[in-house]
């Protein structure tokens, strides 16, 4: 008998557990913006570029997912993104009059309000470097909440084109892809670390600056961004650029047959 009521109790018990986080699911808004975080906006796409292959410097062939970052400022592609690794407060996340969820539903809520987390990030690339930007895919970190602390870890990936400076791009042929990597390291009281825009503030003014930069040659453009960014800590970022330089001397490229797959 005393079995039979324990198990009758354990019942009762998950049943009103889980009767609790289906009134929960259920008073979430039904037009949340879920959608970015899940269905990626970068499709497989394959518009035809004025020239579909590239060199580099040492004569061979650059990866496609590289020459469409480059060259393919028509749509979005997945090589020309900003990756972004942040920390944000779960109430922030909450809309009027909304309260945090019972501990088991807090990673739920966190990754169907992940796109949220990225609100603020497209308004300054557009106000520098992009002409048109999206948030690509939103997701909380598995096992980043912090239910004492109410913060989570979020990654981020947005993608975008670039501005048209309205220069015409060299011959192609008679040139080579030249890249180089630019980081930016903010101690965290710095001006830089006081949010995630404005440590991509800091991070594109870097960028601009290395564009310019003595022995960087012609159409020079940022291909991949990144950001690392937890209140009271240093801020860790990073860029991709490229450019094109002359071929060097004695050098000389025959078209391929096929060019270099992605990778």
Request: aromatic share 4%.
């Amino acid at each position: 008998m005393l079995r039979v009521l324990i198990g009758t109790g354990l019942l009762l018990m998950a049943v009103g557990f889980g009767a609790a986080g289906w009134q929960y699911w259920q008073t979430l808004p039904a037009a949340e913006p879920a959608a970015a975080a899940e269905t990626p906006l970068v499709a497989p796409e394959k518009a035809p570029l004025r020239q579909s292959w590239l060199i580099s410097p040492t004569g061979g062939l650059i990866t496609q997912d590289d020459v469409q970052a480059y060259l393919a400022q028509d749509r979005f592609v997945p090589g020309r993104s900003l990756r972004v690794l942040r920390q944000a407060n779960l109430a922030d996340l909450l809309v009027e009059g909304e309260k945090l969820p019972d501990v088991p539903f807090l990673q739920v809520l966190a990754d169907i309000r992940a796109p949220r987390v990225a609100e603020g990030l497209c308004p300054v690339l557009l106000d520098g470097i992009a002409q048109d930007c999206a948030v690509n895919a939103a997701h909380v970190v598995e096992g980043s909440v912090d239910a004492v602390a109410g913060t989570a870890m979020f990654q981020l990936d947005l993608v975008y084109r670039l501005k048209d400076d309205g220069a015409e791009l060299p011959d192609l042929a008679a040139h080579v892809l030249q890249r180089e990597a630019v980081r930016l390291d903010l101690d965290a009281g710095a001006e830089g670390a006081a949010s995630p825009a404005a440590a991509l503030g800091a991070l594109l003014a870097s960028v601009a600056a290395a564009c310019t930069a003595e022995g960087v040659g012609e159409a020079c453009r940022p291909i991949r961004l990144d950001l690392d960014w937890v209140p009271g800590r240093p801020v860790s970022a990073s860029a991709g650029i490229a450019w094109l330089d002359p071929l060097p001397k004695g050098m000389f490229v025959a078209p391929p047959l096929d060019p270099a797959t992605g990778g």
